[in-house]
């Protein structure tokens, strides 16, 4: 959703915020600001629309600051406009603060400064914070050392719901502060100069080293000194973390779009994931859990929870879990999950998923589940996420970044990653035949270069993406794990192309759903289960007597004729289908947002880490 960047160096600040911004845009967001603490004033130049606009405001050339925040804001308080957008700045022009998340007490908060003589210039939550700030900061021995923390502290506390915040003062032209409660930031460090963003490849160019804050402590970030507090103001200290990610991967490489760039990622995604985890001796590592048999043998149930394409990506995982683990186990949406009371106890065991690792519905969950008494993983894509924090256990799928709003190889990477968590606790329970395991760990180990085959599929999709592109309506069949695939399939679709799109059972069409078939609508259906595949076809049958087109999926060997166009992809185990069968779903929405000539990295309404309830 919203990002945040701030520098604080010996360097113009204006040219490392725009950029920073531009970094951040694939999270989605309808205006953009910067502000830097100049000679004598505070700058603040910010205007709706899009970040390249702020380039042509007047004035910003001039601005030689070496202390600024940047921000780009996805509406939530207030329509988006040069008004609403951040940063915001107090009455009397001497605190400029960006802020994410949503302040659910900002009416009451504002209601008390008005009275105390404040105005406010915009409809948004966040105006609240320099206002507040200020009101402390009179309280308090103006421009003595601690007086501009102590304010900032104060003010925050008052806050409730959630936020990451920035703040410069123009009595501390030295200084910058930060806090994060619910809400993701992450400081990048350097001898001479540091940096602040919601995201890690914002700065990812500029350094490798992070700190990563928990909720409610701050830091005073100098020049070439970073100072970490508590919420009691007590000094704390922190790791740096070095992250592993190359700067160059958080770029578009020759490729026309993120997206494209990170669907023929997936290899690698894919080998990186594996890593050390999997070895060709078949020696599986996932020894950070820590469980012993004693403690598995407890548990009575599994829960995997997650929003949107993690959610699918646990959907599949179920599977190999129950198949191999003998463990019943659900698929939760994380923001039903936590208000519906869900029956977990300590012989719970919880796995959390999310790209990002700050994806509110999900922590909240993680937190419900933990208050149970339930053990809790997590798996996230990025080191020091908020989630790997909040769980008992967590582990990671090495897919580098992902820029494209749309998910692709993190959503592969997780599959993978949970088929190697079900092995790993398949052999500590023993529940299943060595054989089994054995020949699942091999065709692990064969999915890089199996994916590098299928993705040669690419222009046969992309050819019959041009024959159905102007379509309104879809729908995506599969039977067993395939159906999984079918609901990631349609998720995509409808995400980037804004296509309307249905994924069923394939046996429940002929219960509701084939009513909406009619002469002429596309079907994709997704058959690699050869224990379902004759049921499947009869399926498909139905709505080809109806008049529908077909886009047939398949490792199978079966008679292409009946279908407009049958897809082969490589043949491997039914728990690890969909890791291939979705590459050719992926390019399928792909070519046809850009036959439609949508923005495929940044959909309309869409973040890509939904960081608010």
């Known amino acids: ?70 921000h780009t804001r996805w509406a939530t308080h207030g329509k988006p406009s040069k008004e609403n957008s951040h940063p915001h700045m107090d009455n009397s022009n001497t605190f400029s603060v960006v802020h994410n998340g949503i302040i659910e007490n900002y009416n009451e908060l504002r209601a008390f400064l008005t009275d105390k003589g404040y105005n406010f210039l915009s409809e948004t939550d966040s105006e609240v914070i320099p206002n507040l700030i200020h009101y402390y900061y009179q309280k308090e021995n103006k421009k003595e050392k601690g007086s501009f923390l102590t304010a900032f502290k104060n003010a925050c506390l008052d806050l409730k719901g959630s ?40 700065i990812l160019s500029f350094t490798k080293k992070f700190y990563f804050l928990n909720d409610l402590e701050f830091a005073v970030l100098y020049r070439d000194n970073i100072v970490f507090f508590d919420k009691n103001l007590s000094i704390i200290h922190k790791e740096c973390q070095n992250i592993s990610w190359n700067a160059s991967s958080a770029e578009k490489n020759g490729f026309d779009d993120y997206m494209l760039k990170e669907i023929y990622e997936q290899p690698t995604a894919i080998r990186e994931t594996i890593g050390f985890r999997l070895q060709e001796d078949g020696t599986c590592n996932l020894d950070e859990l820590n469980f012993s ?32 683990c003998k463990i019943p186990t659900q698929v939760d949406i994380a923001s039903e999950f936590r208000y519906r009371d869900p029956l977990i106890d300590t012989s719970t065991l919880c796995i959390f998923i999310s790209q990002s690792g700050e994806t509110a519905d999900t922590i909240a969950a993680l937190k419900l ?8 993983i997590a798996i996230s894509n990025v080191i020091g996420s908020s989630i790997t924090r909040e769980a008992d256990y967590c582990i990671y799928t090495h897919a580098g970044p ?212």
Do not use: W
């Not at 092995?423 to 180990?445: F, G, M, V, Y």
């Open 293 to 324: 048999k004693p403690y598995l043998s407890l548990i009575n149930q599994i829960y995997i929870i997650a929003c949107g394409t993690a959610m699918h990506a646990g959907l599949a995982g179920k599977v190999c879990i129950e198949k191999l």
């Open 163 to 202: 936020f990451s915040i920035a703040g410069i003062c123009l009595d501390f032209p030295d200084n910058m502060i930060v806090v994060r409660k619910d809400s993701p930031l992450v400081i990048g460090n350097s001898e001479t100069e540091n940096y602040i963003s919601s995201d890690i490849p914002a």
């Open 369 to 376: 589940a933990r208050s149970k008494g339930a053990k809790t």
């Open 402 to 613: 992902e820029i494209a709003v749309a998910s692709t190889k993190a959503y592969t990477s997780q599959i993978v990653l949970l088929n190697i968590l079900a092995i790993h606790l398949a052999e500590i329970l023993e529940t299943q035949d060595p054989k089994i395991i054995s020949n699942l760990k091999k065709e692990i180990l064969q999915l890089p270069k199996k994916i590098e085959e299928t993705l040669k599929c690419s222009e046969v999709i992309k050819s019959f993406a041009k024959t159905v592109y102007s379509e309104k309506d879809m729908f995506f069949l599969g039977r067993g794990i395939d159906e999984t695939v079918a609901r990631e399939a349609s998720l995509k679709l409808k995400e980037i192309s804004y296509i309307h799109s249905e994924s069923y059972p394939a046996g429940e069409l002929k219960h509701g759903p084939i009513a909406l078939i009619e002469n002429g609508v596309t079907v994709i259906g997704i058959l690699t289960d050869s224990t379902l595949v004759e049921k499947s076809i009869s399926n498909i049958q139905e709505v080809i007597t109806r008049g529908a087109k077909t886009l047939i999926i398949t490792n199978q060997n079966i008679e292409n004729s009946m279908f407009d166009l049958v897809v082969k992809i490589p043949q491997t185990s039914p728990f690890i289908s969909p890791i291939l069968s979705v590459v050719p779903m992926q390019l399928f929405a792909y070519y046809i947002s850009k036959e439609k000539g949508l923005d495929v990295d940044k959909p309309r309404n869409l973040a890509k880490s939904v960081t608010v309830e």
């Open 1 to 70: 959703m919203c990002g945040i960047v701030g520098y604080i160096g010996n360097k113009k600040a204006t040219p490392i915020l725009l950029n920073g911004l531009s970094q951040l845009e694939y999270r989605g967001y309808d205006s953009a600001g910067i502000s830097t603490i100049e000679k004598d004033k505070i700058s603040l130049m910010k205007d709706k629309g899009r970040v390249k606009n702020l380039y042509d405001l007047t004035g910003i050339d001039s601005l030689e600051g070496t202390v600024g925040i940047a």
